[in-house]
């Protein structure tokens, strides 16, 4: 371009719009970063107060009672704001104190709010008091790797997504070693508290260091993170303490918003199925509440499998007076024929595109695999044990786990007594494809969970599913259905007689639309043959192109796109949703801590009722441990929450179904939730399945 030699680098680079599109901070960070979210009523009073509450019942866990004894007697605590404390009280409020704070586990939206609201709360009780952010998640415990957080490290991180500021790791704290590492950190920050913000597991782990840390005087609080919603409280009658932990709200919506674009795109492009697998470990809320955002044409719910039944096989064995066992749960082999249906009666409506929603964990739900899940799981922590090396470093390639497998049963063919691994799990597990055994032999982590995101699920889910679709095809079964009035108009242009055609092609030529081909038509040759046996044509006459044209738009080809939702959510800004219940949790931490609380979790009671009815409450920790298989022995742990079939979010979702896969002529009811937005009206307020969850209580 004419003048374009003459401009200096140095000179574009230093360009007002070029420094302007080449900053890091663009108006958008800025707006974040200054907006400040609104506090709960309680937290606008000089101190808070707690109130334990006897309005709560727990069943505790024998096992709980016994290693937790300091701290099972908690209760529920509910924090009242005051204008002014008594005596001791208000300088227990307001001492100096040096607080820590770190995350664990998987990042989830919000976080950086919870150290705002920490730090917001304790600076204004005490300037002097001091933040300590561990870094790289408990390691930065164990190794006491801490930075001292300030105003301009906390200011530059408000309502910013990830776990930036001091990332973020899945170390358990689980030998003496590492306790006493722990505690000796502790010690020499002077630490008052310590704030473990993490998911079921990590509030476990809480639950312990509370219970070792009473003695040196250190209180424990746990927060409630996770974007797969699996922490849900409620207590032994059924009152809901926590509805949802932080981080669900964005990382659905952001997956939802990918999704519906998809969902766009595939009713445009009108060739590919879109099959998309969001996280969200065993539990399926995240792809309920995607499929309630998006309405998919098909969405997956693991726990739904679990109670399946299959009517036709019942129904077979009784009239033969035999019981079927196999009638009851999913087999892999039977969910795929699920989703073939799907796609075989949208194919057959004109529509041979569509979009699947495929929860990460759904094969845990899926008989066979939970049994390999299982039985693995054992033989790994059973070898680390007996052998004290790592399975993983002992039989690093593939085929040398599975011929550790081998050895296995042949050892249950030598001993009867060993049933771990017989020859039938051995046959059926050396059936399966090479990268699914890899992936079920997988390293677990350190809290003993499968690692689901790493599995290619959807690959094995649709590798069946094509494998069927092909037979379905060879049998004439599988079949795009065409628009009446368009084959009329191809064959009248062509100067053919539709009506003539019409009787010969299809099997529902006088039914309602669209046509389907008949059966016996899978190929240009057996279109001829047909033809022919139809009198439509004499031997030797060529196939009249038009007929050839209508033949290949009823014959599918099933293209499918591969997506995984997961990590780009976990790394999303916060909606206002979870920047405001975050920054709120913090302030209970505060709280929490201020009050000489241990072992208990900070929530937010009322998450689905109007901000104003929100209540900042103390969840005692030890009561919700029940006994678990972990790494292949019983441990306590705090249960995961899985869907609830009988939920009402669930059953809404259930119930449209038939609606959103739209198996009919004519348009699909795609819902477009659009991108999360900062600002703004448009943006959901909460998570969808919080609200319909709520209905009538
Ligand atoms: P947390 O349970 O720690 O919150 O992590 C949730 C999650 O995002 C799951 O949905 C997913 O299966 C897993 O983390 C992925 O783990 P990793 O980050 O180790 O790949």
Not at 436 to 463: A, C, I, W, Y
Not at 587 to 593: D, M, P, Y
């Amino acid at each position: 371009m004419p003048g374009q030699d003459s401009i200096k680098l140095e000179e574009i680079l230093n360009h007002p719009q070029v420094r302007k599109a080449t900053d890091d901070i663009n108006p958008e960070l800025r707006e974040r970063r200054e907006y400040r979210p609104p506090q709960c009523d309680v937290f606008s009073k000089p101190y808070t107060l707690l109130r334990e509450t006897d309005a709560y019942r727990f069943e505790l866990d024998k096992e709980a009672e016994k290693q937790l004894p300091n701290i099972i007697g908690n209760r529920v605590q509910l924090i009242e704001g005051k204008d002014r404390l008594e005596g001791d009280a208000s300088r227990q409020y307001g001492k100096k104190r040096n607080v820590g704070i770190v995350f664990s586990g998987g990042p989830s939206p919000g976080g950086h709010n919870v150290i705002a609201g920490l730090y917001d709360a304790a600076k204004k009780a005490n300037p002097e008091t001091r933040v300590y952010g561990f870094l790289v998640g408990p390691d930065g415990i164990i190794e006491n790797e801490a930075v001292e957080l300030t105003d301009d490290l906390v200011d530059a991180y408000r309502n910013l997504g990830g776990f930036t500021m001091i990332k973020t790791g899945r170390t358990k704290i689980d030998t003496h070693e590492k306790m006493t590492l722990s505690r000796e950190t502790c010690r020499r920050l002077k630490l008052d508290a310590l704030v473990i913000v993490g998911g079921d597991d990590s509030n476990t782990n809480a639950a312990f260091l509370a219970q070792e840390m009473l003695p040196d005087g250190v209180q424990i609080i746990g927060v409630p993170k996770t974007i797969d919603g699996d922490i849900q409280v409620r207590d032994a009658d059924g009152n809901v303490l926590c509805a949802m932990s932080f981080g669900f709200h964005t990382a659905a919506r952001a997956f939802a918003n990918s999704i519906s674009n998809l969902c766009t795109d595939s009713s445009s492009d009108v060739k590919y199925w879109h099959i998309c697998k969001v996280m969200g470990r065993v539990a399926s809320h995240l792809a309920l509440e995607v499929a309630l955002q998006t309405h998919a044409n098909m969405t997956l719910i693991g726990e739904d499998l679990s109670d399946y039944m299959d009517k036709d096989r019942l129904a077979k064995a009784q009239k033969e007076g035999r019981t079927d066992y196999h009638a009851y749960g999913m087999t892999l082999r039977h969910l795929s024929r699920v989703i073939c249906e799907g796609i075989l009666r949208r194919a057959a409506a004109g529509k041979n595109y569509g979009v699947i929603v495929i929860p990460e964990g759904v094969l845990e739900f899926v008989n066979e695999i939970q049994v390999f899940i299982i039985k693995l799981n054992t033989i790994i922590a059973d070898y680390n044990q007996t052998h004290d090396k790592d399975f993983h470093a002992s039989f690093p390639r593939l085929e040398d786990k599975l011929e550790y497998l081998r050895r296995l049963a042949q050892r249950s063919r030598e001993d009867a007594s060993f049933t771990l691994w017989n020859t039938r799990d051995d046959d059926l597990f050396n059936d399966i494809p090479a990268f699914f055994q890899e992936g079920l032999l997988m390293e677990r982590d350190s809290h003993g969970n499968f690692p689901f995101s790493q599995v290619e699920t959807e690959k094995v889910l649709m590798g069946l599913v094509q494998d069927y679709l092909n037979i379905l095809k060879e049998e004439g079964a599988y079949k795009i259905g065409v628009r009446k009035g368009y084959f009329q108009k191809t064959l009248e242009v062509a100067g053919l007689d539709p009506d003539q055609y019409g009787q010969a092609l299809f099997k529902n030529f006088d039914a309602d639309e669209p046509l389907i081909m008949k059966p016996s038509i899978i190929s240009v040759k057996t279109l001829g043959q047909v033809l022919k046996n139809e009198g439509c044509m004499e031997k030797g006459e060529k196939i009249p192109a038009a007929v050839e044209k209508i033949f290949k738009k009823t014959m599918p080809s099933f293209k499918t796109q591969i997506h995984f939702y997961g990590y780009d959510g976990r790394g999303n800004d916060p909606t206002r949703f979870d920047c405001i219940y975050t920054y709120n949790l913090g302030l209970t931490v505060f709280s929490l801590i201020a009050g000489g609380a241990t072992g208990q979790m900070a929530a937010i009671k009322n998450l689905e009722m109007d901000f104003s009815k929100w209540e900042p409450i103390g969840i005692p920790i030890a009561p919700l441990m029940h006994l678990e298989e972990r790494k292949g022995r019983l441990a306590l742990v705090i249960e995961k929450s899985i869907v609830d079939v009988d939920s009402i979010a669930f059953q809404v979702v259930k119930a449209h179904r038939e609606k959103w896969l739209a198996a009919t002529p004519g348009d699909d009811h795609f819902r477009r939730p659009g991108p999360i937005r900062f600002t703004g009206k448009s943006e959901e307020e909460r998570p969808i399945t919080l609200e319909l969850n709520a209905i009538g209580k």
